[in-house]
């Protein structure tokens, strides 16, 4: 999978380079391309942004800039990702669907967002989707594109080492995972679920299924099916 990035602030990618996403790009499955916005500006100011029409505060993001940088970075198949509050909500559905994809082109926007014209632009001609991390303001689209990075392309094949880690995770069976203990069996008075140290898989996986319900009923019950 390609990914590339336009944006104001390069050096935020820079932590793409540590841990898995690092080494599935060093090992040929990944590849990332980050690109300065303002390499598409052509006055000496490298303006991006101008005052919105209507009024308003803040700024906008000035459509000929955007223009040029997507025409330069999008590919044919690609589906251009554009971050924003008002963009349908990211899930693990979502980043199942797109770690099928060839190309994802990420444009993140920042001040009051970017002029309509460029989504409708991109509309027309392609696949385009604006995503929301989440009933929350963030000051532009970087963070909201690095989770979406982080997300998609562990499910890209190869990218995780051992790809039954994948499986029981939460929100993959549309729960909440169950917790998780490791060695030793009595920690500071806490003692681990006898029924983990008894090698009932049986009884095991139905103790797990069980807290998953428990957990997602207590904390999430909009997942559960019947939330209406
Ligand atoms: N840009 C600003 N806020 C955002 C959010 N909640 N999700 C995605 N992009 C954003």
């Known amino acids: 999978m390609r990914v590339d990035i336009v944006t104001i602030f390069p050096g935020f990618f820079d932590v793409l380079d540590v841990s ?12 990332m391309h ?3 916005l303002r390499e598409w500006t052509h006055d000496r100011h ?19 800039p955007w223009g040029e940088a997507l025409d330069a970075v999008l590919g044919e198949d690609a589906v251009l990702i554009v971050p924003s509050p008002a963009g349908e909500r990211f899930t693990q559905a979502m980043a199942r669907e797109l770690a099928g994809e060839s190309q994802l082109v990420f444009a993140c926007g920042r001040y009051e967002g970017i002029d309509q014209r460029v989504v ?21 689209g970087e963070v909201a594109a ?28 549309g729960l909440l995972e169950y917790p998780s203990y490791t060695k030793p069996a009595v920690w500071r008075g806490h003692e ?10 049986g009884a095991i996986a139905a103790w797990r299924r069980e807290q998953s319900l428990e957990r997602t ?3 999430r019950p ?4 019947d939330a209406g």
Do not use: Q
């Open 46 to 64: 490298r303006t991006v942004d101008d005052t919105p029409y209507g009024g308003g505060a803040g700024m906008v993001m000035k459509p000929e």
């Open 217 to 219: 009923r207590t904390t």
């Open 146 to 173: 690095m989770a979406v990075i982080e997300a998609v392309s562990r499910l890209v094949p190869g990218v995780v080492g051992n790809p039954d880690s994948l499986v029981e995770e939460s929100h993959e069976d």
């Open 192 to 201: 681990v679920p006898p029924v983990l140290l008894s090698g009932n898989h």
């Open 20 to 31: 898995l996403i690092g080494k599935a790009r060093d090992r040929g499955i990944l590849s």
């Open 120 to 140: 409708d632009h991109y509309s027309a001609r392609g696949r385009v989707r604006l995503v929301s991390l989440g009933d929350y303001v963030l000051n532009g």
């Open 34 to 36: 980050v690109h300065d």
């Open 222 to 225: 909009d997942l559960l099916p």
